[in-house]
């Protein structure tokens, strides 16, 4: 019976990822069709430079993440190379196109020398890094979004929630109690397997982490530049830089959502759509999510095929 019992739970819980999904993905398809129901597409004319120019800053803004990463592992304990850290952290951003986001420190930990960096060094280090982005980028919403002229609660209230409680998990004391809890040591001595993250580990990953999202702000400027709405003025690129991470974070968020699609372009939209309107505001969002996707296509074959690898798993 026991057995049953959790094989009923398992699909209920299955069934209810789906149908969230599904509802968030229902939401955020019916308000990019609104939009884009009002574009004139035959006005817009894309500009190949700003668009190379967006996908390479954004590759930049993800390598300062996969920079911190690298410090978050050595921290636990774990031994790393930049090359081999940045491999690992840029190819596996393909595997958050999964629903749950799972395989991400899964494909991290078979990118890796696990003679160097053991799986729970890597796995734990993932999560941890990822954490702090969604604090750092909640936080980052708020400031520059506020500052930009953007007062609304509807958005400043979600991206303040994300900064909070994300801002909260990754102290290291209520982080390692939370390692704790899944029974994965943190050791005080080298028999053990996980050392603890220190508190100016974290001070450094704020600086890090918000340099990172200065740089997908201004690839998203690049992609509103490359469909004619350049915004590059000091005001312009705050707004962009708020957009751009409160549209990442929510995305991660919405967790059974593969890589937050269709929920990152709304929220664009939403956000973008009082300033220069609803069907500008969705081709921005479309556009910024396609120089993402072949940007992170792009970099993978390259650094799969050519980059430096960790000497045992791939």
């Known amino acids: 019976m026991k057995f049953v019992s959790a094989h009923l739970k398992r699909i209920a819980l299955t069934l209810a990822k789906f149908l969230v999904a599904a509802v968030l993905l229902y939401m955020a398809i019916r308000q990019i069709k609104g939009a884009l129901e009002e574009a004139d597409f035959s006005t817009v004319t894309l500009s190949p430079c700003y668009l190379v120019i967006s996908g390479i800053l954004y590759l930049v803004g993800m390598a300062f993440f996969g920079s911190f990463w690298r410090i978050v592992v050595a921290d636990m304990g774990g031994k790393m190379d930049r090359a081999e850290a940045l491999r690992a952290y840029l190819i596996s951003q393909l595997g958050k196109y999964v629903p749950g986001k799972a395989l991400v420190p899964m494909m991290r930990c078979a990118l890796v020398d696990r003679s160097r960096s053991s799986v729970s060094i890597t796995a734990l280090s993932s999560v941890y890094e990822t954490l702090a982005m969604m604090a750092v980028g909640g936080l980052i919403a708020v400031l520059t979004l506020f500052a930009a002229g953007i007062h609304r609660a509807s958005i400043l209230v979600p991206a303040a ?54 740089f997908l702000g201004i690839s998203l400027a690049a992609a509103a530049a490359a469909v004619g709405s350049p915004m590059w003025d000091l005001k312009g690129l705050m707004l962009m830089t708020g957009n751009s991470a ?61 980059g430096r690898r960790g000497r045992s798993n791939d």
């Open 246 to 306: 409160l549209a990442i974070t929510g995305g991660f968020v919405a967790v059974v959502v593969p890589a937050g699609l269709g929920v990152r372009t709304s929220i664009i939209i939403f956000t973008l759509s009082p300033i220069i309107g609803p069907s500008q505001a969705a081709i921005i969002g479309l556009v910024m999510r396609a120089v993402q996707i072949v940007s992170e296509l792009f970099i993978s074959a390259l650094l799969y095929f050519y």
């Open 161 to 214: 929630a994300i900064a909070v409680v994300f801002g909260i998990v990754v102290q290291p004391f209520v982080f390692q109690s939370l390692v704790k809890l899944i029974g994965i040591p943190l050791r005080k001595t080298s028999d053990e397997l996980v050392s603890p993250v220190r508190s100016r580990t974290l001070i450094r990953g704020i600086y890090i982490e918000s340099a990172g999202w200065l």
